[in-house]
Antibody, heavy 115, light 110 residues
Framework: EVQLVESGGDLVQPGGSLRLSCAVS????????MHWIRQPAGKGLEWVSS???????YYAGSVKGRFTMSRENAKNSVYLQMNSLRAEDTALYYCARGRNGNDYWGQGTLVTVSS | QSVLTQPPSASGTPGQRVTISCFGSSSNIGGYPVFWYQHFPGTAPKRLIY???QRPSGVPDRFSGSKSGTSASLAIRGLRSEDEADYYCATWDDNLRGHVFGTGTKVTVL
């Protein structure tokens, strides 16, 4: 069974930092592109970032320069380091595999940026 | 706002056919495959269609996708109450150098 389990979501003050993790099992992680996608409450899905099997990364303009995505194949995990957090980063963050779109998704982890 | 535009809502009675459109441009839909997702808020989204018109195993054939030029469509045939959800198109955008989701369409079964 394929499982993607996100963790690390929390309440953080504006300007603060947070690191999200996504642990993957049940698929060949090293052959998989991975994505982070978020959904603010009451709004639509927004693609945040992706990382290829070679470590190449892409970011949405709204997070470029503040967020960094990385992967650790030995631990079948991807991470999202989020710095200089803003209120508009408040959202449910999903981890997903990128194969023919996003075929497997986690249940999400909640990030709240508020003072 | 997204570069992929969808109608905010669509509705139909059980058994009817509902079509959701997704309008883009040559830098996204016009040059790349389109994907469609079904989402019940707070849960993991589900991929319904990949590569414009391909259905993953397990997705009912009531769902179908198509693409023409810079727009794409998702059709739901034989609408059921359990189809009441949010639907999103997605693709790659060359100008943004990133993936993009559509604005989303809430389908209501009357």
């Amino acid at each position: 069974e394929v499982q993607l389990v996100e963790s690390g979501g929390d309440l953080v003050q504006p300007g603060g930092s947070l690191r999200l993790s996504c642990a993957v099992s049940g698929l060949t992680f090293s052959d998989s592109d991975m994505h982070w996608i978020r959904q603010p409450a009451g709004k639509g899905l927004e693609w945040v970032s992706s990382i290829g099997i070679g470590g190449d990364t892409y970011y949405a303009g709204s997070v470029k320069g503040r967020f960094t995505m990385s992967r650790e194949n030995a631990k079948n995990s991807v991470y999202l380091q989020m710095n200089s957090l803003r209120a508009e980063d408040t959202a449910l963050y999903y981890c997903a595999r990128g194969r023919n779109g996003n075929d497997y998704w986690g249940q999400g982890t909640l990030v709240t940026v508020s003072s | 706002q997204s570069v992929l535009t969808q109608p905010p809502s669509a509705s139909g009675t059980p058994g009817q056919r509902v079509t959701i459109s997704c309008f883009g441009s040559s830098s996204n839909i016009g040059g790349y495959p389109v994907f469609w997702y079904q989402h019940f808020p707070g849960t993991a989204p589900k991929r319904l269609i990949y590569n414009n018109d391909q259905r993953p195993s397990g997705v009912p054939d009531r769902f179908s996708g198509s693409k023409s030029g810079t727009s794409a469509s998702l059709a739901i045939r034989g609408l059921r109450s359990e189809d009441e959800a949010d639907y999103y198109c997605a693709t790659w955008d060359d100008n943004l150098r990133g993936h993009v989701f559509g604005t989303g369409t809430k389908v209501t079964v009357l």
